[in-house]
C-alpha cells in the first residue's frame, strides 16, 4: 500500500486558470482592487486590536495607467507582505491569505469583511498581463520591502527593493490581446460597475470613484424614508420613486444584507427583469441573480449583498448550494411579512398600492407555495365597483350566502373586461352577487391554479352561465322560514336554529369563522332539499 499527498503542477494548473477560472476578463481589475481593500482593512483591524501601532493615514487605493509603458497599476497603502509572506500567499497558488486573517481575527474591527475567499484572484491579473510585478513592504517595524515578478509561467523572482511607504503596488504590464484595458474610459467603467460601493476610497485619475457607504450596510434604525429614496435615485437615476422597500439585514444563520425595492408596475410598466444586483461585502458580482431571489420577485429592484454566496461558479452548482436555498427562502419570508405587516397597520395605503403589487403577489402565490400559505392573509380581490377590496375570507363572508355551489364551493365570480362585460355585471349584482376584476396578465393561469390551491373555491367568468352553478338560496330559504315559522334569515346565521330534519348549531356569521361557512352551505343544501319535498322531513 501506498499513501501520499497528491502533487499539482503548476504546468498544468496556471493555462487551466487563464483560460477557465473567469470567461470575463474585467474580472482582473475587481480581484486586485479587492485584494488592495482587504490589505486596507486587515490594516485597521489589526490597529484595533492594538497589534498596529503605526499612523494608517489615508488607507485608500489608487489606480492608475501607462499608456506608453502599457501599465496599469494598483497600489494600496495596506498591511504589505514580507518576503514570507509573499511566497506563501502569492507562490502557493490557491492558499488564500484571507481566509487564514479572518479565521484568526473573526469577530474583530473588520476581520470578517475580507473580500478574498478563495486564494486564486490575484491569478487572474495573468488574463490580460504577460508580466507581472509586486512591490510590496509590510506593516511590521523595520520590514525590507520586497519585489516578486513573474510572466506567468511558473518560475519567478523574488527580490529585496527600495520602496519608502508601506503598502502594496501591483503593476500589470498588459498583454498585446488585452490593449483594450489601455483605455481609460474603459478602466472608469470596470471600476464604476465593480467597486462603485467598496468601503475604501478607490481613486482613478484623481477622483474617488466610489461610495464608501452605501445604504444597505447601514442599520436600517439610522436611515430615513429620504436616505432610502436618495439611494434608489443613486442606484436607478432615471427610474420613477419607488412605492416601498425592504431593507435585509441577517447575520446568523448566513449573512445576508441588502435593500429591496418595489417598483410601481402599472399596466403599462414595461417589466424590467435583472434589476436587483448581488454583491459580497461590497464588491459587485452579478446583475443576474436568478436562483438567488426566487422567481417572483426579479420585478423587484435594489441591492443584496452577501458573502456566503460562492461567487465563482456555475449557475448549476448555485441551485443546489444550501446558503443559496437559505437566502432565497429568507427573501420570500421577508417579502411576504412586509406585506403582512403594512396590510395590517394600514389597509387603506396597502389598498392603494395594491394595483401595482397584484402582478407578483399573484405569481408569487402560484409559484412559491410558502408565500402562497402568508399572502392568503393580504392577496386581494378588487370589486369591478373599484375601491372595494376583500381578503378571500371577506369574499367568502360577503358572497357564499348566495354564491355557494352544489359542491358546497365558494364561487367567485369575475370580469376580465369589466366595459365589455357590463351588461353582465349588471345582471349579476341585481341578484346580490360580488364581481371582482381579474385583468391582470397573470390572472388566467392565477384562476387556473387558485381553484387547486384554495380549498373550495371556483372562479367563474361573470358572463358564463352562473345559475347553473350555484344553488338558489333566496328561493330555498324563504320556503323552508314560511313554512318552519323560524324567523327571519338574519337569526338563521346567528343563532341556534331548528329545522326540521336540520340540526346545526351556528356560532355568528364572524369572518374568521370559516367553519360556519362550511355549515352554512351544507344547511341550505338540506333547506333546499327540504323545500323540495315541501317541507316535511
Ligand atoms: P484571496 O484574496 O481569495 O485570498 P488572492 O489570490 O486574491 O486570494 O490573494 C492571495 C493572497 O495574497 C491574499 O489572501 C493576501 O494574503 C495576499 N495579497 C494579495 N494582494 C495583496 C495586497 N495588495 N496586499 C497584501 N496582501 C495581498
Ligand atoms: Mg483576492
Not at 404 to 421: G, H
Request: net charge negative.
Amino acid at each position: 500500500m501506498q499513501k501520499g499527498a497528491i502533487r499539482v503542477q503548476t504546468e498544468n494548473i496556471f493555462p487551466i486558470i487563464k483560460k477557465f477560472l473567469y470567461s470575463d476578463h474585467d474580472i482582473f481589475l475587481r480581484e486586485l482592487v479587492s485584494n488592495a481593500v482587504d490589505a486596507s482593512q486587515k490594516l485597521k483591524t489589526l490597529a484595533s486590536v492594538g497589534e498596529f501601532k503605526g499612523e494608517i493615514g489615508e488607507a485608500d487605493v489608487t489606480v492608475s495607467l501607462d499608456k506608453e509603458k502599457k501599465t496599469i497599476t494598483i497600489s494600496d497603502r495596506g498591511i504589505g507582505m514580507t518576503a514570507e509572506e509573499v511566497d506563501k500567499y502569492i507562490n502557493q497558488v490557491a492558499f488564500s491569505g484571507a481566509e487564514e486573517f479572518v479565521k484568526k481575527y473573526k469577530g474583530q474591527g473588520d476581520g470578517a469583511n475580507i473580500i478574498g475567499h478563495f486564494g486564486l484572484g490575484f491569478y487572474s491579473s495573468f488574463m490580460v498581463s504577460s508580466q507581472v510585478e509586486i512591490f510590496t513592504k509590510s506593516w511590521k517595524p523595520d520590514s525590507q520591502a520586497v519585489r516578486w515578478e513573474c510572466d506567468g509561467s511558473p518560475e519567478y523572482q523574488l527580490e529585496n527593493t527600495e520602496k519608502e511607504s508601506r503598502g502594496t503596488d501591483i503593476v500589470l504590464h498588459i498583454n498585446e490581446e488585452s490593449e483594450e484595458f489601455l483605455d481609460e474610459h474603459r478602466i472608469r467603467t470596470i471600476l464604476e460597475k465593480f467597486c462603485r460601493f467598496l468601503p475604501v476610497p478607490i481613486k482613478f485619475q484623481g477622483e474617488q470613484i466610489n461610495n464608501t457607504s452605501p445604504a444597505w450596510v447601514k442599520k436600517p434604525s439610522e436611515l430615513t424614508a429620504d436616505d432610502y429614496q436618495a439611494f434608489y435615485k443613486e442606484l436607478y437615476p432615471f427610474a420613477e420613486p419607488p412605492l416601498f422597500w425592504i431593507h435585509l439585514n441577517v447575520d446568523y444563520p448566513f449573512n445576508l444584507t441588502g435593500i429591496l425595492y418595489f417598483p410601481k408596475i402599472t399596466k403599462t410598466y414595461e417589466i424590467q427583469k435583472d434589476k436587483i444586483s448581488l454583491y459580497s461585502n461590497q464588491v459587485f458580482v452579478t446583475d443576474e441573480v436568478k436562483n438567488i431571489v426566487p422567481e417572483f420577485l426579479m420585478l423587484l429592484h435594489g441591492v443584496i449583498d452577501s458573502p456566503d454566496i460562492p461567487l465563482n461558479v456555475s449557475r448549476s452548482y448555485l441551485q443546489g448550494d444550501p446558503n443559496v436555498k437559505k437566502i432565497n427562502a429568507h427573501i420570500t419570508k421577508k417579502v411576504a411579512d412586509k406585506l403582512d405587516e403594512m396590510f395590517r397597520t394600514d389597509r387603506k395605503s396597502f389598498e392603494e398600492k395594491w394595483e401595482h403589487i397584484a402582478l407578483f403577489v399573484k405569481y408569487g402565490m402560484m409559484t412559491e407555495d410558502k408565500f402562497l400559505d402568508k399572502a392568503g392573509k393580504f392577496h386581494l380581490l378588487e370589486d369591478v365597483d373599484g375601491g372595494t377590496f376583500y381578503t378571500l375570507e371577506e369574499y367568502r363572508t360577503a358572497a357564499a350566502a348566495v354564491q355557494t355551489n352544489k359542491e358546497d364551493k365558494l364561487v367567485i365570480l369575475y370580469a376580465t373586461n369589466p366595459t365589455q362585460q357590463d351588461s353582465y355585471i349588471a345582471a349579476a349584482k341585481a341578484k346580490g352577487y360580488k364581481v371582482v376584476k381579474m385583468e391582470t396578465m397573470v390572472d388566467a393561469g392565477f384562476i387556473n391554479q387558485m381553484e387547486h390551491k384554495w380549498e373550495n373555491v371556483m372562479f367563474t367568468r361573470v358572463d358564463a352561465d352562473i345559475a347553473d352553478n350555484l344553488i338558489n338560496p333566496d328561493a330555498a330559504t324563504q320556503s323552508v322560514l314560511s313554512e318552519a315559522q323560524e324567523g327571519t334569515l338574519k337569526d338563521i346565521f346567528t343563532g341556534q336554529v331548528a329545522l326540521p330534519g336540520v340540526k346545526v348549531e351556528l356560532k355568528g356569521l364572524g369572518a374568521q369563522d370559516q367553519p360556519v361557512i362550511v355549515t352554512r352551505g351544507e344547511l341550505m343544501r338540506r333547506m333546499k332539499d327540504m323545500a323540495a319535498m315541501g317541507g316535511s322531513a
